[in-house]
C-alpha cells in the first residue's frame, strides 16, 4: 500500500504544509555548520582550551543538580544503574557551549535551538542550568559584536572567518 507518514521537520525544515516529506527535496537546501563549527573562537569568544576547561570545571557540579533534581522529581532513589534510560539531547559540553554562545548575544534562542538540534524549550532548560553555575564563579560571557539571524548567516560567518584566520602562500 502507499504509506504516509508524518514527519517533524527536520533541522532543514524540510517538511511540507501537509506535514509530510516533499517529493524532491529543495536543490539548495541552507548550509548549517558544523556542531563542531560552533565552538570557534570567533563564536565563543574564548580558545578551545579556555571552553574545554570551562566545561571541566562545571561538569562535576552540573551533574550533581541533574542528580538531584531527578531524585526530587522521582520522590525516591533510583531504580536503574546511573546512565540508564533515555539520553539527555544536549550533552554537558554542549549545554555550556549553548550557554556561552546565548550569553554572547549572538542570536535568539530559537536560532541557538536550531543550531543544536534542539527545542527551545531544551535549550532555555540548559541554559537555566549553567548561567547560575558561571554566576557563583564570577564567571561573565562578554557580548559579542556579531549577530545572526539564521544558521546560514553563522555558516557564512564562519566560512569568512576561516578565510580570514588561513595562511595565504607567499607564491
Given at each position: 500500500?502507499?504509506?504516509?507518514y508524518?514527519?517533524?521537520?527536520?533541522?532543514?525544515?524540510?517538511v511540507?504544509?501537509?506535514?509530510t516529506?516533499?517529493?524532491?527535496?529543495?536543490?539548495?537546501?541552507?548550509r548549517w555548520?558544523?556542531?563542531?563549527?560552533?565552538?570557534?573562537p570567533?563564536?565563543?569568544g574564548?580558545?578551545?582550551?579556555?571552553?574545554?576547561?570551562?566545561?571541566?570545571?562545571?561538569?562535576?557540579?552540573?551533574?550533581?543538580?541533574r542528580e538531584?533534581?531527578?531524585?526530587?522529581?522521582?520522590?525516591?532513589?533510583?531504580?536503574?544503574?546511573?546512565?540508564?534510560?533515555a539520553?539527555?539531547k544536549?550533552?554537558?559540553a554542549?549545554?555550556?557551549?549553548?550557554?556561552?554562545?546565548?550569553?554572547?548575544k549572538?542570536?535568539?534562542?530559537?536560532?541557538l535551538?536550531q543550531?543544536?538540534?534542539?527545542?527551545?524549550?531544551?535549550?532555555t532548560?540548559?541554559?537555566?542550568?549553567?548561567?547560575p553555575?558561571?554566576?557563583?564563579?564570577?564567571?561573565?560571557?562578554p557580548?559579542s559584536?556579531?549577530?545572526?539571524?539564521?544558521p546560514?548567516?553563522?555558516?557564512?560567518?564562519?566560512?569568512?572567518a576561516?578565510?580570514?584566520?588561513?595562511?595565504?602562500?607567499?607564491?
Amino acid at each position: 500500500g502507499d504509506w504516509n507518514y508524518t514527519l517533524h521537520p527536520d533541522r532543514h525544515g524540510t517538511v511540507n504544509a501537509h506535514g509530510t516529506a516533499p517529493t524532491t527535496w529543495p536543490a539548495a537546501a541552507p548550509r548549517w555548520p558544523e556542531a563542531a563549527a560552533l565552538r570557534s573562537p570567533e563564536l565563543t569568544g574564548m580558545s578551545g582550551a579556555e571552553l574545554d576547561h570551562l566545561v571541566d570545571e562545571l561538569a562535576p557540579e552540573m551533574a550533581e543538580l541533574r542528580e538531584r533534581q531527578r531524585l526530587r522529581q522521582r520522590g525516591s532513589e533510583r531504580c536503574r544503574a546511573l546512565g540508564a534510560g533515555a539520553k539527555d539531547k544536549l550533552i554537558t559540553a554542549d549545554r555550556v557551549l549553548a550557554t556561552v554562545l546565548y550569553l554572547r548575544k549572538l542570536g535568539t534562542r530559537d536560532l541557538l535551538a536550531q543550531l543544536f538540534g534542539v527545542t527551545g524549550s531544551t535549550l532555555t532548560r540548559a541554559i537555566h542550568q549553567v548561567q547560575p553555575l558561571l554566576a557563583e564563579r564570577d564567571r561573565t560571557i562578554p557580548p559579542s559584536t556579531a549577530r545572526f539571524r539564521t544558521p546560514a548567516d553563522v555558516a557564512a560567518f564562519l566560512a569568512t572567518a576561516n578565510d580570514r584566520t588561513k595562511i595565504k602562500p607567499a607564491c
